[in-house]
């Protein structure tokens, strides 16, 4: 792609936030003051990771009651399996935001529309680790994956790779 064919383009006098509204909804073309910032899960601190981990608590309970969900969906231990917190934690900041005040009433419908492919996911999830079936938590193990690859300490060229 070159300079001519690129996505980019800039608008003067305040038409960009004009633009934002448009394609998102809000009236001042800036996200809600009422959404919390989504946090990347490896860089919290300490401090910030509690209260995360408290509100996400709180949200997936509201969510197993409310949805009827099952264990074949969101085990007992979910919050013991990355792939899951990381699904979780997606699902609740998408509902966050699909309620919002400048919601036009896209949010709602989105949010369960996400909801509907994430429990498949969930799903999947489960099935793999296989925790349900045995009835109790099945730790997942780690997989290390071998020296020599991007951003490994040890990389060397491999005469077999792209120059």
Do not use: N
């Amino acid at each position: 792609m070159d300079e001519e064919d690129s996505f980019e383009y800039t608008v003067g006098g305040g038409a960009e936030d004009e633009f934002a509204a448009m394609l998102f909804g809000s009236a001042e073309g800036k996200r809600s003051k009422r959404i919390p910032m989504t946090y990347r899960w490896r860089d919290m601190d300490p401090r910030t990771a509690e209260t995360v981990w408290k509100h996400l608590g709180e949200w997936v309970q509201w969510l197993v009651d409310t949805y009827h969900l099952p264990t074949s969906v969101i085990p007992d231990c979910w919050w013991k399996h990355s792939d899951m917190v990381a699904e979780l934690y997606g699902l609740q900041r998408a509902e966050q935001a699909s309620y919002t005040e400048d919601d036009g009433g896209f949010g709602p419908i989105t949010f369960h529309e996400r909801m509907t492919s994430s429990i498949e996911r969930m799903r999947d999830h489960t099935r793999t680790a296989g925790c349900v079936g045995l009835q109790a938590h099945r730790a997942t193990v780690r997989r290390v994956l071998p020296p020599g690859g991007p951003g490994s300490s040890s990389m060397g060229h491999d005469p077999g790779a792209p120059a």
